[in-house]
């Protein structure tokens, strides 16, 4: 049976290659299993990968993947909930929000640990699980802190560096988790402090929402500095992103 090679490895001498007689646009299979296509002519020839399916998100995702959609969909929702309490003056609409925020933390728990048990560990699943966290653990605890009145535009500043810490932070243990692993399957530590540590942060807007020092009545008031406003206990926020981008500092994985 015929075969076609590409353009590359073609000799002068017969190149462009001719349409062979009796067959169809659709030609055989080379030696390195690419399709290759021609027009009439056989005057452009492109290769055409014929072992690529169609992505299914019902067919392809794992148990381990579900658990980590679960854990953003928590993340989504603490999100609505800052913005309700905001439209509303409610308070238990901000207690419901940052209660998601322990609850996504618990399937971020679960999805590794499944993954593993399942044999199901993937590059999807880890890009879920990190997109799911950025949610979870970085926006979320930034809108319910703005909610709860870090609301001066030093405030705002200080919030945004929180989540680009943590988009950070997990863009650079995505890169570097094959070389912390040692060649095992499993990475042996954290460096820096692992985003989940901002639910530190929603333990705090809760005690601060109990205890009715939320808004105008935060602990250490506020501060014009310049023509913005500071609340200085948004600089635990500040901390937070501060210590997940760190380097020199190593937690063991359990």
């Not at 926006?139 to 535009?153: E, K, M, N, S, W």
Request: proline letters at 6%; one cysteine or more; hydrophobic letters at 50%.
């Amino acid at each position: 049976k015929p075969c076609l090679v590409p353009a590359s490895r073609w000799p002068p001498s017969i190149w462009p290659p001719r349409r062979i007689d009796g067959m169809s646009g659709l030609l055989p299979a080379d030696a390195f299993g690419t399709l290759w296509v021609g027009e009439s002519q056989g005057t452009s020839m492109k290769p055409r990968n014929s072992g690529q399916r169609h992505f299914s998100m019902f067919r392809d995702f794992h148990l381990a993947d579900w658990l980590t959609l679960a854990n953003a969909f928590c993340g989504v929702c603490a999100v609505f909930f800052a913005m309700r309490y905001m439209q509303s003056g409610e308070r238990h609409d901000l207690i419901w929000g940052a209660g998601l925020v322990p609850l996504a933390f618990v399937f971020d728990a679960l999805d590794g640990r499944v993954a593993r048990w399942r044999q199901s560990s993937s590059t999807l699943g880890r890009e879920l699980d990190s997109l799911a966290d950025v949610i979870s653990f970085g926006v979320a605890p930034a809108a319910l802190g703005f909610a709860a009145g870090f609301q001066g535009l030093w405030d705002w500043v200080v919030l945004g560096y929180f989540v680009c810490c943590g988009v950070s932070r997990l863009a650079r243990f995505n890169v570097t988790a094959e070389q912390l692993a040692q060649g095992t399957d499993k990475v042996k530590h954290f460096e820096g402090t692992p985003i989940p540590t901002s639910l530190a942060l929603v333990v705090m807007l809760v005690i601060a929402v109990d205890a009715g020092r939320i808004g105008d009545d935060f602990w250490f008031g506020a501060y014009q500095l310049g023509p913005w406003v500071l609340h200085p206990l948004v600089l635990a926020y500040a901390l937070s992103g501060s210590l997940m981008v760190s380097k020199t500092i190593r937690i063991p994985k359990w």
